[in-house]
């Protein structure tokens, strides 16, 4: 009978083990997801970054010869 309790407390305790397991795993993959979208964004950003400074560079340049110009 003792035996038969410790069995299904073991039972009991791989059912809640296995729920949270699956609780967990499915967590990891929702965070997998948004971790996965961060990234796309970050670099999409990084990307924006480059093309903006292209661009202030170039600004910067037509400055540059416009006052001389003036000059």
Not at 27 to 46: G, I, P, T
Not at 53 to 63: A, C, D, E, G, S
Request: one cysteine or more.
């Amino acid at each position: 009978m003792k035996l038969q309790m410790k069995l299904l407390g073991f039972k009991n305790e791989l059912e809640k083990l296995q729920k949270n397991m699956w609780v967990l795993e499915s967590d990891r993959d929702k965070y997998c997801v948004e971790a996965s979208k961060a990234n796309k964004n970050y670099y999409q950003s990084l990307e924006q970054v480059k093309l903006k400074n292209n661009l202030i560079t170039r600004l910067q340049k037509k400055n540059i010869e416009a006052e001389a110009r003036l000059k």
